[in-house]
């Protein structure tokens, strides 16, 4: 949960708010102009997934902008060239459209993702949701920020307890039918109620910060920059983001910039009920 502060005084929030807040403002038009049906272009990349004229719209928006702030640390965007990024031991690590699917099938969860890596570990994160025009930020090592821009309103993420006979709340993505997913919930719903809650890309990470989601597992591929804002956010209140074997993920230093599936959860209290039941099925 998040309660009413006062705006921080860091710097880097301060000079990061207002250009994120204009890249959504930017993808949000985008949106906008697209559910309207008017003119857009869709292409498909290499691997065979989609990328919108919103991708990159934002996209060079955001790389100029990081450039103009921070002129000493590259940036490593899903839609640039990344060919010299085994040399940056700092680097921005960007998806100016995380969610792009959602974005195709007129479903607002969509996000803007933004982190910076230092020696290989999210240190610094940025979630922000155009639709609605909330932003989350905030360092590793202290709690994270919520920005309401419309209303000019600051919120910090405030520590709470779940009670024992709350239900245990599963976050999955629209696309989650591999049937591995049904024998994680199957194994947690044997001591726990369950409610289950479908939302697509990084927006699920936002409503883990919400305290609605407790546990989102993932059992097919994600790459780097869907996962490491997330996991810096859920690190700074606690919780955590593991591979399937139980290792935390760090950053830009493999061959591939794609991850294998993991665990997420919202807090340390979860997180033995969250790797016992991957252990069931695996």
């Known amino acids: 949960m998040f309660i009413t502060t006062q705006a921080p005084q860091d710097q880097k929030i301060l000079n990061l708010v207002p250009v994120l807040v204009a890249a959504s403002k930017i993808l949000l038009e985008e949106y906008q102009n697209y559910c309207a049906g008017r003119e857009f272009k869709i292409i498909e ?29 590259p940036v490593l965007s ?8 085994h040399a940056w031991s700092d680097c921005w690590m960007l998806d100016p459209l995380d969610g792009t699917k959602e974005f195709i099938h007129q479903r607002d969860e969509f996000t803007i ?5 230092h020696n ?14 909330v932003l989350y930020v905030g360092y590793l090592t202290d709690l994270p920020y919520k920005y309401s821009f419309d209303e000019d309103l600051w919120e910090r993420y405030c520590k709470y307890k779940k009670s024992e006979e709350d239900a245990i709340q599963i976050g999955l993505s629209h696309s989650s039918k591999n049937p591995k997913y049904q024998r994680y919930i199957d194994y947690i719903e044997q001591d726990n109620p369950v409610v289950k809650r479908e939302a697509g890309s990084a927006y699920k990470f936002c409503m ?3 305290g609605e989601i407790d546990i989102y597992p993932r059992f097919h591929p994600t790459s780097e920059w869907d996962t490491s804002a997330g996991q810096g956010l859920l690190e700074s209140i606690g919780g955590g983001l593991l591979s399937l074997d139980a290792v935390r993920f760090s950053y830009n230093h493999r061959d591939t910039l794609l991850n294998e599936g993991f665990i997420a959860f919202r807090d340390k209290d979860i997180q033995q009920l969250a790797l016992d039941a991957l252990s069931n099925i695996s």
């Open 45 to 73: 990349k290499e691997d065979h997934s989609p990328v919108t004229q919103a991708d990159l719209k934002v996209n060079e928006y955001l790389m100029t902008e990081l450039k103009r702030l921070t002129p000493n640390i």
């Open 78 to 85: 899903e839609e640039s060239d990344n060919v010299d990024r």
């Open 113 to 117: 993702n933004l982190s910076l890596i």
């Open 120 to 133: 290989h570990q999210t240190i610094f994160s940025v979630i922000v949701v155009p639709t609605e025009q």
């Open 208 to 210: 883990m910060l919400e």
